[in-house]
C-alpha cells in the first residue's frame, strides 16, 4: 500500500487511508497513470481490514480539473482504432466502482475547482465535504464529448435528481459550493480552513464502528440505492467517448 507512487501521496493514519492526487501542476488531471495508481491502491483496501476509511483529496490549489485530454491524441495515434481509449475509459468505471463498492467508507476532501471528472471521483466517494471556495462544472458537451466517464451520469442522476444535472450537463454552467449542496453533490460546506476537522468528525466514529456492520451497511445502500436500475447502460461509456473524442479530432484535422 505504500509503494512509491508518482500521481499520488498515500499515507496510513491508524484505521484511515489518506490518498492524495498529486500532480497540482495539471490541475491534478485525471490520467491514465492517476488512474492506475488509485486502481492499485483500492484493490488493496479489501485485503486490509484495518482500513476503515478512505479520505480521497488534491495537492495545490483544485481537487482535479477533469481528465487529462493531452492524452487522448497521442492515444488515437497510437492505434486508430481506439482501443487506448477505450482502455482507459475502462479504467476510469474500474475506478468509480471500486471507489463505490469498496469495504472502506470512502470520503472526498474538495477545494478549488472540482471539474468534469473531477465530479465523478468525488460523487462516487460516500461521504463528500466541500471548502466554500469550491467551484464545480461539467464542461463535456462544451468539449464535444457525452458525459461517459465512469458511469458519472447513473451517479448523479440518482444522488441528486434529473433536472437540475440536466441543466448543468446541457448548460456546462459553473456551480458553487452552496448550490453542490443544494444537489446533494455535497454533503457539507465548510471554510476551507475547516476541511480537515471536518473530515475528522467523520472518520472517528466511523474507524469505531463494527467492521461487519460497516460492511453491510454501504452493501445495503448501494444495492438499494440501484434495485430501480434496469440495466447498466454505463457499460456503453468507454466505446461513447471513445467515438465522440475519435469524431472531434478528425474534424480538428481538416
Avoid at 119 to 124: M, N, P
Avoid at 144 to 151: D, E, H, K, N
Avoid at 182 to 209: F, G, Y
Avoid at 215 to 234: E, I
Wanted: proline share 4%; net charge negative.
Amino acid at each position: 500500500m505504500m509503494e512509491d507512487f508518482k500521481a499520488l501521496h498515500v499515507a496510513r493514519e491508524g484505521a484511515v487511508l489518506k490518498v492524495l492526487l498529486n500532480s497540482p501542476e495539471t490541475g491534478n488531471a485525471i490520467s491514465g497513470l492517476l488512474l492506475d495508481e488509485l486502481l492499485a491502491v483500492l484493490g488493496a483496501l479489501d485485503d486490509d481490514p484495518g482500513i476503515r476509511v478512505l479520505v480521497l483529496s488534491g495537492a495545490g490549489d483544485d481537487f482535479c480539473l477533469g481528465g487529462d485530454r493531452r492524452e487522448f491524441p497521442d492515444l488515437l495515434a497510437t492505434d486508430p482504432t481506439g482501443a487506448g481509449l477505450r482502455a482507459l475509459g475502462n479504467k476510469a468505471r474500474r475506478v468509480c466502482d471500486a471507489l463505490a463498492t469498496t469495504d472502506a467508507v470512502t470520503i472526498a476532501r474538495l477545494h478549488g475547482g472540482v471539474i468534469g471528472a473531477g465530479v465523478g471521483l468525488a460523487v462516487f466517494c460516500d461521504l463528500r465535504v466541500g471548502a466554500d471556495n469550491c467551484r464545480f462544472r461539467l464542461p463535456e458537451l462544451g468539449l464535444g464529448v457525452p458525459p461517459a466517464w465512469g458511469g458519472i451520469l447513473p451517479r448523479l442522476l440518482n444522488e441528486t435528481g434529473a433536472a437540475r444535472i440536466r441543466e448543468l450537463i446541457l448548460t456546462a454552467d459553473n456551480f458553487d459550493a452552496t448550490t453542490a449542496a443544494e444537489l446533494s453533490i455535497l454533503h457539507r460546506v465548510v471554510p476551507e480552513a475547516e476541511l480537515d476537522n471536518a473530515v475528522t468528525r467523520w472518520t472517528k466514529p466511523l474507524v469505531r464502528r463494527s467492521p461487519a456492520a460497516l460492511r453491510t451497511a454501504k452493501t445495503m445502500l448501494n444495492a438499494y440505492s440501484g434495485a430501480n436500475r434496469l440495466a447498466d447502460a454505463t457499460l456503453f461509456d468507454a466505446e461513447l467517448l471513445t467515438s465522440a473524442v475519435a469524431a472531434a479530432e478528425a474534424a480538428r484535422a481538416r
